[in-house]
């Protein structure tokens, strides 16, 4: 007489009373055997869990996603409850969650933190734009042309290797206090970077679709290539004068809204002749830039093409880290935008602000890196995307 | 077979070497004086098999008459093509690789007219050129115009590279092992296909094989190399492929034909072990 129940082994296996539920919550199946790929049909949806590359649907990859945060938010409300010494951690190094979100009415309307986004957004985007559309082009001409990119490569390793935080002190010297010191911050931050992600895409093009364009007849004329290098050059000009006329009037016109509501006259862009000279600027720096490209059609119709999806992705990954950098540069000398709200939070507060900034900045973050996801999907529907 | 012996041969080997790294410690000689010419056959062209044992050179002999980097240009000797020396390569030598080569990027429509695009022909043109030949390849010219390469089988991929290729009518076709990673049943339907369209097109073929029927079934002539540094060892001329494969490869003269050359190349790869 043993209370216990006998070993498995001396039963017969037919007789053995298995619980299917628990043997599948436990990622095995009645015969103890781990889960592998290609057996999942009958296991249950915790087995899968524990299957190596198990694949989740879209709504299973959200609802994780999810637990994530509330375990987060959880963890925040277990360290901040109760009252003085009863809690965990003191409210000056973290408030509650309470204190913290209630702060939002004051953050979005007394510390205009839509305005402050929207500025920091528009500065990375400009500054990033000025370096992709530098880099690309040239990046692109290295990663075809061997000796191009060996003459570059000492700029592109010093610009790769250059601290960040050295930047800010440079462009502050170089270009001021303004707003052209925070487009060239992150200008010069991504420029070396794009431009060594595009020539590394171009060279990993395998050689073979090269040889086939050869012997299917592609040929280079510089002829044809102005041509197509000249709409580049018009898209450029298009961009230097509106971007860079924008950028010189959008700071006063949204301090000027600050301040008094107002918006001062500006004389139109038109009669101007820096807009003028900018757009000649743009045409000629995107002719040229555009043209060694556009005039082979091997680059033009093969190797760019084919290096463009992953081109796109790294630009994609680079403007999620430039947007953490423009912070740096607004901690230090800012009208506004979120790193100023930030640096107002932590020296006059309230300090919850921080928290909602740092939340805030990524969600845009997530939002500009999925809108992008979602166009490179378009773009590229022969490429298969992460998640 | 005759020959106008006024007009220079299509391609012509006047004794090629090609030394890889030429010059430095890893120098490597692929193949060591190697002649041989084909001449034009007008209303013919002429189907050359090349066979020899793994590493003797196949590949870099098809690429220096291509006119790709790095095979060209030869460390000696001279490639010419009618008389003239190979310079650069052109859609004039079409070129079917092993390895899938069409660009992931198009459709299957785009990658066969991806030439006619190059030469600059208008859209509409260039379409109905390649539904025309995307047909004649025999692919679906609906369903599968618009997939692109990664929804394509192996057969149906190196359709495609045979159809953009020979849509350019270029007067030498080059085939480095194009149907190597074929199972045998779409092995031989695409050596059937391309009989069909090689005899219409009347090009000069080079065709680099690693099975010895494909080689005899196909070509007019087969040259042999040896072993690394390749020679061409010998020529044969067979019968030219004028009966569906699956016919002549029953009869027994071809049966003969093929023992004795895989016996011969067997004996290559054997020295090549024992040197
Ligand atoms: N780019 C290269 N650099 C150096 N050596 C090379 C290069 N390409 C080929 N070789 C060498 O030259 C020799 C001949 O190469 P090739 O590719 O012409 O052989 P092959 O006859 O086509 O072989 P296989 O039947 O395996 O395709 C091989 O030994 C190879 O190692
Ligand atoms: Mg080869």
New binding site residues.
């Given amino acids: 007489m043993s209370p216990t129940p006998d070993p498995p082994e001396s039963k017969p296996k037919s007789a053995e009373p298995t619980d299917p539920s628990l043997s599948g919550a436990l990622g095995q199946d009645t015969e103890g055997n781990l889960p592998h790929r290609g057996m999942r049909t009958d296991r249950g949806r915790l087995a899968r869990w524990f299957t190596i590359r198990d694949e989740p649907g879209g709504l299973e990859r959200f609802l994780f996603g999810i637990a994530c945060i509330l375990l987060v938010l959880l963890i925040w409300h277990i360290l901040t409850r109760g009252e003085g010494e009863a809690r965990i951690v003191d409210p000056y190094t973290l408030p509650s969650l309470k204190k913290a979100f209630g702060s939002f009415h004051e953050l979005w309307f007394d510390r205009a933190l839509m305005r402050g986004a929207i500025a920091s957004l528009t500065r990375v985007l400009a500054g990033f734009l000025l370096a992709a559309a530098i880099a690309i082009p040239i990046g692109v001409i290295a990663g075809c042309f061997p000796r191009f990119h060996a003459f570059l490569r000492p700029l592109s390793i010093f610009g790769r290797n250059t601290p960040i935080a050295a930047l800010i002190p440079l462009t502050l010297i170089w270009f001021g206090l303004g707003e052209v010191q925070k487009v060239m911050f992150i200008f010069l931050a991504a420029v070396a970077f794009i431009f060594f992600d595009t020539t590394m895409s171009v060279r990993s093009v395998p050689g073979n679709y090269l040889d086939t364009a050869y012997t299917l007849g592609a040929r280079s004329s510089w002829k044809n290539g102005l041509r197509r290098a000249l709409y580049f050059g018009l898209a450029y000009a298009l961009l230097a004068a509106f971007g860079l006329h924008w950028l010189s009037e959008a700071p006063q016109t949204i301090i000027a809204e600050a301040v008094d509501g107002k918006v001062p006259e500006q004389p139109s862009f038109l009669t101007q002749g820096a807009f003028w000279i900018h757009a000649l600027l743009g045409l000629l720096v995107g002719t040229l830039l555009w043209l060694p490209v556009q005039s082979h059609q091997a680059i033009s119709k093969v190797l760019f093409p084919l290096a463009l999806p992953n081109i796109v992705n790294s630009l994609r990954l680079l403007f999620g880290l430039a947007f953490g950098y423009i912070m740096l540069a607004e901690v230090i000398n800012a009208e506004f935008g979120l790193g100023k709200i930030i640096i107002m939070s932590q020296r006059i507060g309230p300090r919850e602000h921080i928290y909602l900034c740092l939340m805030v900045i990524a969600l845009i973050a997530f939002a500009i890196d999925r809108l992008i996801l979602i166009i490179q999907r378009r773009a590229f529907p022969y490429v298969s995307h992460g998640h | 077979m005759a020959t106008d012996p006024t007009t220079p041969p299509v391609v012509e080997f006047r004794s090629v070497t090609?030394t890889?790294?030429a010059g430095t410690r890893?120098a490597?000689t692929?193949?060591k004086e190697v002649s041989f010419r084909v001449d034009d056959i007008p209303g013919h062209g002429e189907f050359v098999s090349i066979l020899?044992?793994?590493?003797?050179?196949?590949?870099?002999?098809?690429?220096l008459i291509a006119g790709l980097l790095?095979?060209h240009p030869p460390t000696s000797g001279e490639v010419l093509m009618r008389g003239k020396p190979v310079t650069h390569p052109g859609p004039d030598r079409g070129m079917v690789f092993?390895d899938y080569s069409s660009f992931t990027n198009r459709s299957v429509l785009d990658n066969v007219a991806f030439g006619l695009e190059c030469d600059g022909m208008p859209k509409m043109e260039r379409y109905d050129l390649a539904r025309d030949w995307i047909g004649r390849v025999g692919l679906d010219p609906v369903k599968d115009l618009h997939k692109y390469p990664h929804e394509l089988s192996g057969g149906m991929r190196q359709r495609v590279a045979i159809a953009r290729t020979l849509i350019l009518k270029p007067r030498i076709i080059l085939m480095?092992?194009p149907f190597g990673a074929l199972d045998p049943v779409t092995r031989q339907q695409m050596q059937d296909l391309l009989v069909g369209l090689w005899r219409e097109l009347e090009a000069t073929v080079f065709f680099?094989t690693?099975d010895v029927s494909e080689a005899v079934y196909l070509g007019d002539r087969v040259l042999i190399?040896s072993n690394?540094?390749?020679t061409i060892l010998t020529e044969e001329a067979v019968p030219p492929p004028n009966r569906p494969s699956r016919e002549m490869r029953r009869e027994p003269d071809f049966v003969n034909r093929v023992f004795e050359i895989s016996s011969l190349l067997e004996k290559l790869e054997e020295a090549a072990q024992h040197s």
């Fill in positions: 090609k890889y790294a890893r490597f692929a193949i020899g044992p793994s590493g003797c050179g196949k590949s870099t002999i098809l690429r790095p095979q092993q480095d092992e680099v690693h190399l690394s540094p390749g």
